[in-house]
C-alpha cells in the first residue's frame, strides 16, 4: 500500500473516530429522557458493551501494529506513511472487530413507544452520519498533507 492510500484510509479512519466520538450532550439525552428506568439501565449495559468491543480491537490492533512494525518496519523509511499505515491498521481492525463481534444485546429489543422508537433512531443516524462525515473530512484533510509528506 502506498503512503497516498494509507493516508486517505487511515486518517479518515481518524477522523470517523474522533468526530463520532465527541457527540453533542443534547442528542443523547433526548434518548435518555424518553426511555423509562429498566430500559436506561439497558442503554447503559449495551453501550458498555460495545465500548468494550471497539476497545478490544483497539488494543488487537495495536499489538498487530507492534508485530508489523517488528517484521517489517524497517522497510517503510517515510514516518508519515509508517504512521498512516499504523493508523489504518489500529482503527481499521478496530473497525472491523466491533462489527463482526457478537452482541448480547440490542437497543430495540428495548424500545416500547413509537416516541421511543423515534428517540433512538436519531441517536442512530447522528452517530452514522458523523462517522461518515469523519471518514470524509479525515480523508480529506489528508490530501495536502499527503502531498507535502509522502515525499519525504
Keep these: 500500500m502506498n503512503c497516498y492510500d494509507s493516508a486517505l484510509v487511515g486518517v479518515g479512519l481518524l477522523g470517523a473516530s474522533v468526530y463520532t466520538s465527541f457527540v453533542p450532550d443534547e442528542e443523547l439525552h433526548k434518548l435518555?429522557?424518553?426511555l423509562?428506568?429498566?430500559d436506561i439501565d439497558a442503554y447503559k449495559r449495551i453501550n458498555?458493551?460495545?465500548?468494550s468491543l471497539y476497545f478490544q480491537g483497539l488494543t488487537i490492533g495495536f499489538i498487530i501494529v507492534v508485530l508489523v512494525n517488528f517484521l517489517y518496519g524497517e522497510n517503510i523509511s517515510n514516518p508519515y506513511h509508517k504512521t498512516t499505515l499504523f493508523l489504518l491498521i489500529i482503527l481499521?481492525?478496530?473497525l472491523f472487530y466491533y462489527l463482526l463481534s457478537p452482541k448480547s444485546d440490542y437497543m430495540l429489543n428495548h424500545i416500547n413507544s413509537e416516541k421511543e422508537?423515534?428517540?433512538?433512531?436519531?441517536?442512530y443516524l447522528t452517530m452514522k452520519n458523523?462517522?461518515?462525515?469523519?471518514?470524509?473530512?479525515?480523508a480529506l484533510a489528508s490530501i495536502p498533507l499527503s502531498?507535502?509528506?509522502?515525499y519525504m
Design 32 to 34: 435518555r429522557n424518553i
Design 36 to 38: 423509562s428506568g429498566e
Design 48 to 51: 458498555n458493551e460495545r465500548f
Design 92 to 94: 481499521g481492525f478496530s
Design 117 to 123: 422508537n423515534k428517540a433512538w433512531l436519531d441517536v
Design 130 to 138: 458523523r462517522y461518515l462525515w469523519g471518514f470524509v473530512f479525515g
Design 147 to 150: 502531498n507535502s509528506l509522502c
